[in-house]
């Protein structure tokens, strides 16, 4: 089943800023998605109007099967959002900011309290529940926002960049929570800016760049495009100058460290026997940036060009 | 229709009570001591002067207007200020998100500016019992008298949110506008003592027929027909109400 078909969604602001020309998506129910694009591409725009808080100039969406213009309430039921910015009151408390919102779903309050302290304790905030939210810290008001929009345990979960600000514990703590409730059956979108993020948690990808989406594919798919790699290698000896490595693209980038770029046809046993003719031994390698990452800047760079 | 409509409505309430009863010093204390003052000057210290107005002491005369008075500011103040703030934190978007029907969110906030405006009744109610005995000629038209109010400047307040952009905004109507009317719409004076050109112009104000339907609730005594100014809270509450809710269906203010 479709969790969210969008189509020929088109929006153009009231300052005739067109953010949205016409994007079409379509996402599986049980589906771990991620909408990449760099900033203004129209990811926050296009979950806006998903959400009913931006309205759209044309275009349908439907949320597992409700049309969003003609079966609101219902669409919105199915729908838990967690924006990019805060956006809770700060003079409430944790607890009363969750259960607030159960109501707002028409959840009961003896229910409402239930999923609050589950959530609450599994996102670790319940002991912080009394607290008002303006007190708590970057990470703590973005998972606040998360155990918030699980209150009315919705089908599909769109997180707007959940872990921006977030630091590296706090971040792998957010992303083991988001496995385990999409493993339960919880469709997820995600938007992040942290390539590593979509890289490692979702199964399909969308890019969005200037309103359009440019790629739409399977996370799979996407990375087996990629033609080649950059690698970073630690030398155990330092070299004052870099031999002729044949066939490879090298730079020295100090005297212990070599960037070598490695095509896809490429073997890289034969790039090891090449470094040990001219006695070079390597300790360590590492790719120089995500896979994800090339890919996208390449992407995007493309799509520039045909502008 | 519970699930939907009276469990939001519930939570909306609640938490517009408990957001003004939290900053009580801000919202009930100020009208109580700001209208014992009124008592004071113009009750006990000009009002022996002055005599009587339409046949009571002037005390008396003034004080369902000065009761009056602190609910219209109330009910208006407490829904702008909320509306405007949600609007501000952007915590608007909790509800705009859920699948509440916007009369709801509407009926929510204006019940919240109601609870306030009776609240804040009350309390200037029993100040005014400290300077003078309140009489009490209809207790049934005091109430909807004050409940329509109370509706009627809780919409008007939302309607003020909606269209702010910024904090100016929300002081700009009721300096501007609300205080003028409030101050000529016969709190202090009967509209009889106005030439008739005047007369004529205060038939425009809407507060000249809440300080009036209230007054004869109070002394059994108006400038103007009754029947007539119950007509005129419900034209208001019914316009006021249309324009609101057509307001937040297109999402005037509060969506891109």
Redesign the interface.
């Known amino acids: 089943m479709s969790a969210l078909v969008i189509k020929n969604l088109k929006k153009t602001y009231r300052n005739k800023l067109t953010a949205l020309k016409g994007i079409n998506l379509h996402i599986n129910q049980g589906d771990f998605f991620a909408l990449l694009g760099p900033n203004g591409a129209g990811k926050s725009t296009a979950i806006g109007i998903i959400c009913g808080l931006v309205n759209k100039t044309s275009g349908t969406i439907e949320v597992f099967g409700h049309d969003i213009d003609t079966a609101t309430n219902v669409a919105k039921s199915c729908i838990g959002i967690v924006p990019q910015e805060i956006n809770f009151s700060q003079f409430e408390t944790c607890l009363s900011i969750v259960l607030n919102q159960g109501g707002y779903y028409g959840i009961h309050r003896k229910v409402a309290m239930q999923r609050a302290e589950k959530y609450l304790v599994k996102l670790g905030l319940w002991d912080k529940r009394h607290e008002y939210s303006r007190d708590l810290s970057g990470g703590m008001k973005r998972r606040l926002m998360i155990a918030r929009a699980l209150i009315h345990e919705p089908k599909m979960l769109i997180l707007d960049e959940p872990t921006a600000g977030v630091d590296v514990e706090l971040r792998r703590s957010t992303w083991r929570f988001l496995i385990d409730i999409n493993q339960q059956g919880t469709t997820i979108v995600l938007t992040t800016h942290y390539l590593e993020e979509a890289e490692s948690l979702c199964k399909n990808i969308a890019i969005i760049d200037k309103g359009e989406i440019v790629k739409d594919t399977s996370m799979k798919q996407l990375l087996s495009n990629l033609n080649k790699e950059t690698f970073i290698f630690d030398l155990i000896e330092p070299i004052k100058t870099l031999p002729e490595l044949t066939g490879f693209k090298a730079k020295l980038i100090d005297f212990s460290t070599i960037e070598i770029e490695i095509k896809r046809e490429n073997n890289i046993n034969a790039l090891f026997k090449i470094l040990s003719s001219h006695g070079i031994n390597v300790c360590s390698m590492r790719n120089k940036s995500n896979r994800l990452e090339e890919l996208f800047l390449n992407l995007l760079d493309n799509n520039s060009k045909t502008d | 229709m519970?699930?939907?409509s009276l469990?939001?409505f519930?939570?909306?309430v609640i938490?517009e009570v408990c957001?003004f009863m939290?900053i009580w010093v801000q919202t009930i204390l100020p009208p109580a001591i700001s209208m014992a003052l009124y008592f004071v000057i113009f009750g006990s210290l000009i009002g022996p002067r002055i005599g009587t107005m339409n046949g009571f002491d002037y005390i008396d005369y003034i004080a369902p207007g000065i009761i009056m008075m602190s609910i219209i500011n109330n009910a208006y103040g407490n829904v702008v200020s909320s509306f405007f703030g949600?609007k501000f934190?952007?915590?608007i978007?909790?509800?705009?998100?859920?699948?509440?029907?916007n009369f709801v969110i509407l009926a929510g906030y204006v019940t919240g500016g109601v609870v306030r405006g009776f609240l804040v009744g009350a309390v200037v109610a029993i100040v005014a019992l400290f300077f003078t005995d309140l009489k009490l000629h209809s207790l049934s038209i005091m109430i909807v008298v004050v409940f329509m109010t109370s509706i009627v400047f809780s919409l008007a307040g939302l309607i003020n949110a909606i269209f702010a952009e910024k904090f100016d905004d929300i002081s700009i109507i009721p300096t501007f506008v609300l205080t003028p009317l409030i101050y000529l719409g016969g709190v202090f004076y009967s509209i009889n003592l106005l030439p008739a050109f005047w007369q004529t112009v205060s038939a425009f104000n809407p507060i000249l027929y809440v300080v009036n339907a209230f007054r004869y609730g109070m002394l059994g005594e108006s400038d103007i027909n009754i029947t007539h100014a119950f007509i005129m809270l419900l034209v208001f509450s019914i316009v006021l109400f249309g324009i609101s809710l057509q307001l937040l269906n297109k999402?005037v203010g509060i969506?891109?």
């Open positions: 519970y699930k939907n469990i939001p519930i939570t909306i938490k957001r939290r949600a934190q952007r915590h978007e909790e509800m705009l998100v859920a699948p509440i029907p999402g969506k891109s």
